[in-house]
């Protein structure tokens, strides 16, 4: 048993997309949360430099005895997540990039992975598409200014619904009858998608709850889950300004 927090970062707020799910999976366990705020957006940078703001990030959270790391970002995972695991001893989570649900329950043979340059460009997107490449046709497509929408809290406006069309529309035209979440900025935008996406039958798929269900798996495999009577606190930290935190914690309070 350990009542220590769990950590978790991204490059801003999009993390707190699976910080919901870990919070009501596992509600005695404490979570400090870093959203960068500084750096972010991380997807159009080279996986080196994204690497050296997780690491900095995760020397913050150990500061604040993390016992556990949920890389709530794709982007970061896809730079860092095994240069971690070589690195430091507590376990990380990193988010998978959900094609094989995708490909295995597909009917129409096509599906959409949405995510950023960075992710599908990296090792771990193209060895997970490559196994189920010979299943289904993989499309994929950056979210253009998704990630700047989220941040700005510009989700419900007019422009926001017109970017999310440019880049949704085209895939259901494809025939993809799956769309995948690639990004944890995106399940913000997924309201508009399904505007986009009206009455066509088309399911979107967030990882957040799966990545959830990995983090309690994780904390009873290594015997570090917080008592049951653990009172769970969660905690907001950034590499920005204090005006970044209050905007964590008014964004986690809206969706928590
Ligand atoms: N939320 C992130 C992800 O899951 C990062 C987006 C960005 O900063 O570009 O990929």
Not at 21 to 41: A, M, Q, T
Request: aromatic share 6%; hydrophobic share 40%.
């Amino acid at each position: 048993m350990n009542n220590s927090p769990i950590g978790m970062l991204d490059s801003g707020i999009g993390g707190l997309s699976v910080w919901k799910e870990v919070k009501r999976l596992l509600p005695n366990e404490s979570i400090v949360y870093f959203g960068d705020g500084k750096n972010c957006p991380y997807g159009g940078r080279p996986a080196d430099e994204i690497r050296g703001f997780v690491v900095e990030a995760v020397e913050r959270l150990l500061e604040r005895g993390a016992k556990l790391i949920v890389l709530a970002c794709n982007t970061a995972t896809a730079a860092a997540v095994e240069y971690l695991r070589d690195n430091y001893d507590i376990p990380f989570v990193g988010m998978e990039p959900a094609v094989k649900p995708a490909a295995l329950t597909s009917k129409s043979g096509v599906v959409g992975i949405l995510a950023t340059k960075c992710s599908l460009e990296g090792d771990l997107f193209q060895k997970t598409a490559a196994k189920y490449s010979d299943k289904v046709n993989i499309l994929t497509a950056v979210g253009e200014s998704f990630v700047e929408i989220v941040e700005k809290s510009q989700e419900e406006t007019a422009e926001a619904l017109e970017k999310v069309r440019i880049v949704v529309e085209p895939l259901v035209e494809a025939g993809v009858d799956k769309i995948v979440l690639g990004c944890t900025h995106y399940p913000f935008l997924e309201a508009n998608m399904r505007k986009v996406i009206g009455d066509r039958d088309v399911e979107i798929i967030d990882p957040a709850h799966a990545v959830a269900e990995r983090v309690r798996f994780l904390l009873n495999e290594n015997d570090i889950a917080a008592e049951e009577s653990h009172v769970a606190d969660y905690e907001f930290i950034s590499a920005a300004t204090e005006d970044y935190v209050e905007k964590l914690l008014k964004k986690s309070s809206v969706i928590g």
